[in-house]
Nanobody, 125 residues
């Protein structure tokens, strides 16, 4: 059983920063690849960043607009995944989801079988 619980969202002005957290159930890190996705209003889910089982961050497939403004990290001892976002823009407004995949090399959102309920980020101008 995998559970993921996100927190840290909120309302922030453009140019501000936020750090999101995702607490996972015991044992998820190391056997699952983790990711942060987001879903802007009226749009589909977008990959924000991924981190592999060995803790290597991956931004290659991240949506272009966030690549130089986000940092994904994890603390396995705390079973917690993080997403730091800086210089937030109004277009970053979205529901942010933590996801886990037991697939060897997940390639799309459909490959992530475990999802949290999300945390809302709202950026105002």
């Amino acid at each position: 059983q995998v559970t993921l619980v996100e927190s840290g969202g909120g309302s922030v002005e453009a140019g501000g920063s936020l750090k999101l957290s995702c607490v996972a159930s015991e044992g998820v890190f190391g056997r699952c690849e983790m990711a942060w996705y987001r879903q802007p209003p009226g749009k589909g889910r977008e990959l924000v960043s991924r981190i592999s089982r060995d803790g290597t961050a991956n931004y290659v497939d991240s949506v272009d607009s966030v690549k130089d403004r986000v940092t994904i990290s994890q603390d396995a001892a705390k079973n917690t995944l993080y997403l730091e976002m800086t210089n937030l823009k109004t277009e970053d407004t979205a529901m942010y989801y933590c996801a886990a995949s037991s697939r060897f090399i997940p390639t799309t959102a459909a490959d992530f079988g475990y999802w949290g309920r999300g945390t809302q980020v709202t950026v105002s101008s």
